[in-house]
């Protein structure tokens, strides 16, 4: 069974572009969430997806968007880029059995630096 | 969604039995715990999950009190391959899409 798929692995932008980032989940999983990962605030949870539709967001600024499309992939969007937006962006899949035991299972990640 | 507290670092020698614990205080009645290890620059990974008592598997073993309010990983037998981040959280059903890690806990396997 394939894992989580991220892409691309690694990207380089300039302060003010955009960047899309793309994640297939496991294939069954409805729920994907996106995180964004610093060496000074650790993993942060940006937003989660579940059947097309946003049900989960984090405090991060309207600038940080996403999607997912009726096959489960989604696509995280950053527009104007800032310098401190460089990090490694992670996607997780997850079954969602609607209760009891769950597991997030994640991809490798989008190392995403802004210059 | 239930905080955790756990250390922030911890150091071991190979082969030495590693305790993490975690505190949270204000688990639910239907959250389960679970711990993920991270590698650097890599996404976390499974670990073990569990509900009450004891859980064991191949690489690890939780523990868990009768009131729940804390939880301890147990990492027999420590190699430098196990130098990463611990992570332990709480939730339940649909809640596995919104987890909020906490800072961790860095151990380092030294020989």
């Known amino acids: 069974k394939a894992g989580v798929t991220q892409t691309p692995r690694y990207l380089i932008k300039t302060r003010g572009q955009q960047v899309t980032l793309s994640c297939s989940p496991i294939s069954g999983h409805r729920s994907v969430s996106w995180y964004q990962q610093t060496p000074g605030q650790g993993l942060q949870f940006l937003f989660e997806?579940?059947?097309?539709?946003?049900?989960n967001k984090g405090n991060f600024p309207g600038r940080f968007s996403g999607r997912q499309f009726s096959n489960s992939r989604s696509e995280m969007n950053v527009s104007t880029l800032e310098l401190g937006d460089s990090a490694l962006y992670l996607c997780?899949?997850?079954?969602?059995?609607?209760?009891?035991?769950?597991?997030?299972?994640f991809g490798e990640g989008s190392r995403l630096t802004v210059l | 969604l239930a905080k955790t507290t756990q250390p922030i670092s911890m150091d071991s020698y190979e082969g030495q039995e590693v305790n993490i614990t975690c505190s949270h205080n204000n688990i639910a009645t239907n959250d389960y715990i679970t711990w993920y290890q991270q590698f650097p620059s890599q996404g976390p990974r499974f670990i073990i999950q569990?509900?009450?008592t004891k859980v064991t598997n191949e690489v690890a073993s939780l523990f868990i009190p009768a009131d729940r309010k804390s939880s301890t990983l147990s990492l027999p037998r420590v190699s430098l391959s196990d130098t990463a981040v611990y992570y332990c959280?709480?939730?339940?059903?649909?809640?596995?899409?919104?987890?909020?890690f906490g800072a961790g806990t860095q151990v380092v396997v030294t020989p």
């Open positions: 997806y579940f059947s097309e539709t946003q049900r």
């Open positions: 997780a899949s997850s079954l969602d059995q609607g209760q009891g035991a769950g597991e997030l299972f």
């Open positions: 569990g509900y009450k």
């Open positions: 959280l709480v939730g339940a059903g649909s809640g596995w899409g919104k987890l909020q």
